[in-house]
């Protein structure tokens, strides 16, 4: 009975919710007045549900105050629960397309897919299992499902939800099932006929309908060995016994669900409304309250980004109070480390500086050509009558001024020094006589430094 207890506890502002089982004819309610923890059945008669859409149901609204004054419960809270005479459930194959686009499908084709569809309905859907195409459908009036919201408002209730009596009648099958193997039945025996739901993984998966009493026992006796999990009744007494009297002499056993109130198990409607609020889907939603959903879903939507936005502000206010006061640390330190800092790159600097005049001086010296070289190679070549009375070098130019007997033996020797290339006359040979008398040939020659193929020269690298 936790099912029933829950309805009791709202909070956090929560309304408590009361389970209603509705039919054409009759309102089932289960709940627990204040002060006792003992759960009630309060039944009534109700009239036909006028035609109008936005009339009000007078029965209706009369019995739910009536709830409220039994309950004690104002501003409430319903589960509703609508019996087979009020709402349609059958599997159905379905293209595969988008859960909106089948609701739009399937309610505007509703005669197509359900015996009972008269006017306008409202549809609900589930997946039975990982077959998209295959679907547990209900549907119900759409003028029917406006007229119980308005005549619940008149009544000082709200509606929570709608949902078939077999979505209600499931979640039991799930609450007495607990711990056993995936697959569960319930058959529920009532005046009019047999409702076969089975269940896998705690999803609706097949609602069957059966004639009354023992009429189709084979099929159901069939159905139910096909499925296999453990199977439960519900439902009159009187036909749930001779139910299950005739399946066990077909091999299929079913049991009674244990620790469940008889008040509960003996009545189909009671049981509808007593596990309501727990039901499992398929929910019938009208387009007012789906409206209605999509614009608190925008409220809460804006709140959370309004939310969001003005914490994204105070980070950023933190982020940078935190980023200033780190960069106020680091200042303060720098401010200290300056100094020392300051007497660091002086010394640097100066280091610097000698290295790079260092570096010239070290450039410079492999650049520059050995002349001691050179001019050993002239004098080692030059003819012994010969003598040098000048030598000047700049970049790669060599000249030479001399006197000898024989210039042009000056031209052949320096031609074979080792270190020299394209020996050439600077100015015409010209002849004197030296102070003993005897007689010269002044001259005076260029010629440029070989290269090696580093390109450095002869005697010095550049």
Same mark, same amino acid.
């Given at each position: 009975?936790?099912?029933?207890?829950?309805?009791?506890?709202?909070?956090?502002?929560?309304?408590?919710?009361?389970?209603?089982?509705?039919?054409?004819?009759?309102?089932?309610?289960?709940?627990?007045?204040? !002060?006792?923890?003992?759960?009630?059945?309060?039944?009534?008669?109700?009239?036909?549900?006028?035609?109008?859409?936005?009339?009000?149901?007078?029965?209706?609204?009369?019995?739910?105050?009536?709830?409220?004054?039994?309950?004690?419960?104002?501003?409430?809270?319903?589960?509703?629960?609508?019996?087979?005479?009020?709402?349609?459930?059958?599997?159905?194959?379905?293209?595969?397309?988008?859960?909106?686009?089948?609701?739009?499908?399937?309610?505007?084709?509703?005669?197509?897919?359900?015996?009972?569809?008269? !006017?306008?309905?409202?549809?609900?859907?589930?997946?039975?299992?990982?077959?998209?195409?295959?679907?547990?459908? =209900?549907?119900?009036?759409?003028?029917?499902?406006?007229?119980?919201?308005?005549?619940?408002?008149?009544?000082?209730?709200?509606?929570?939800?709608?949902?078939?009596?077999?979505?209600?009648?499931?979640?039991?099958?799930?609450?007495?099932?607990?711990?056993?193997?995936?697959?569960?039945?319930?058959?529920?025996?009532?005046?009019?006929?047999?409702?076969?739901?089975?269940?896998?993984?705690?999803?609706?998966?097949?609602?069957?309908?059966?004639?009354?009493?023992?009429?189709?026992?084979?099929?159901?006796?069939?159905?139910?060995?096909?499925?296999?999990?453990?199977?439960?009744?519900? !439902?009159?007494?009187?036909?749930?016994?001779?139910?299950?009297?005739?399946?066990?002499?077909?091999?299929?056993?079913?049991?009674?669900?244990?620790?469940?109130?008889?008040?509960?198990?003996?009545?189909?409607?009671?049981?509808?409304?007593?596990?309501?609020?727990?039901?499992?889907?398929?929910?019938?939603?009208?387009?007012?309250?789906?409206?209605?959903?999509?614009?608190?879903?925008?409220?809460?939507?804006?709140?959370?980004?309004?939310?969001?936005?003005?914490?994204?502000?105070?980070?950023?206010?933190?982020?940078?109070?935190?980023?200033?006061?780190?960069?106020?640390?680091?200042?303060?330190?720098?401010?200290?480390?300056?100094?020392?800092?300051?007497?660091?790159?002086?010394?640097?600097?100066?280091?610097?500086?000698? &290295?790079?005049?260092?570096?010239?001086?070290?450039?410079?010296?492999?650049?520059?050509?050995?002349?001691? =070289?050179?001019?050993?190679?002239?004098?080692?070549?030059?003819?012994?009558?010969?003598?040098?009375?000048?030598?000047?070098?700049?970049?790669?130019?060599?000249?030479?001024?001399?006197?000898?007997?024989?210039?042009?033996?000056? &031209?052949?020797?320096?031609?074979?020094?080792?270190?020299?290339?394209?020996?050439?006359?600077?100015?015409?040979?010209?002849?004197?006589?030296?102070?003993?008398?005897?007689?010269?040939?002044?001259?005076?020659?260029?010629?440029?430094?070989?290269?090696?193929?580093?390109?450095?020269?002869?005697? !010095?690298?550049?």
């Amino acid at each position: 009975m936790a099912a029933v207890v829950k309805w009791r506890g709202g909070s956090g502002g929560q309304r408590t919710r009361v389970g209603v089982a509705l039919s054409g004819t009759s309102l089932c309610a289960v709940f627990a007045p204040l !002060g006792e923890s003992r759960p009630r059945v309060w039944r009534t008669t109700l009239g036909v549900p006028p035609n109008d859409a936005s009339a009000l149901w007078s029965e209706l609204v009369d019995a739910l105050r009536a709830i409220a004054t039994a309950s004690g419960i104002q501003n409430g809270a319903l589960a509703i629960a609508l019996m087979p005479s009020l709402a349609e459930v059958r599997s159905v194959q379905v293209p595969p397309i988008g859960d909106e686009a089948l609701q739009q499908l399937l309610a505007r084709n509703a005669g197509k897919y359900f015996v009972t569809a008269r !006017g306008a309905q409202i549809v609900g859907t589930v997946p039975r299992g990982s077959d998209a195409t295959s679907r547990v459908v =209900v549907a119900a009036s759409s003028r029917l499902l406006n007229v119980v919201h308005k005549s619940a408002e008149a009544a000082g209730w709200s509606v929570h939800a709608i949902h078939p009596a077999e979505a209600a009648w499931g979640a039991a099958i799930v609450e007495w099932a607990k711990g056993s193997e995936n697959a569960a039945q319930l058959l529920v025996a009532r005046a009019e006929h047999v409702e076969l739901l089975q269940l896998e993984r705690g999803q609706l998966t097949i609602v069957r309908r059966f004639r009354s009493g023992t009429i189709d026992i084979e099929r159901i006796a069939e159905a139910c060995s096909t499925q296999g999990g453990a199977l439960m009744l519900a !439902g009159s007494p009187g036909p749930r016994s001779e139910l299950s009297s005739a399946l066990a002499s077909r091999g299929v056993a079913a049991r009674t669900p244990a620790g469940t109130s008889a008040d509960l198990v003996d009545d189909a409607d009671a049981l509808a409304a007593a596990y309501a609020d727990t039901a499992l889907a398929p929910t019938l939603v009208t387009d007012t309250v789906r409206a209605a959903r999509a614009r608190r879903a925008r409220t809460f939507t804006t709140r959370v980004a309004v939310a969001a936005g003005m914490l994204l502000l105070i980070a950023g206010a933190l982020q940078l109070w935190d980023v200033r006061r780190e960069l106020a640390v680091v200042r303060a330190e720098r401010d200290m480390l300056r100094p020392q800092l300051s007497t660091t790159l002086v010394g640097r600097t100066t280091v610097e500086t000698a &290295f790079r005049q260092l570096a010239v001086l070290a450039e410079a010296g492999r650049d520059a050509p050995q002349w001691s =070289v050179v001019i050993g190679g002239i004098s080692a070549e030059l003819p012994f009558e010969s003598y040098l009375t000048g030598f000047r070098g700049r970049a790669d130019t060599v000249g030479i001024d001399g006197l000898s007997l024989y210039a042009a033996r000056v &031209f052949d020797a320096v031609e074979a020094v080792p270190q020299l290339h394209s020996v050439r006359a600077s100015a015409p040979v010209r002849r004197e006589t030296s102070a003993d008398g005897e007689a010269l040939e002044r001259f005076q020659l260029t010629a440029l430094l070989k290269r090696t193929s580093g390109d450095s020269i002869i005697g !010095g690298s550049r």
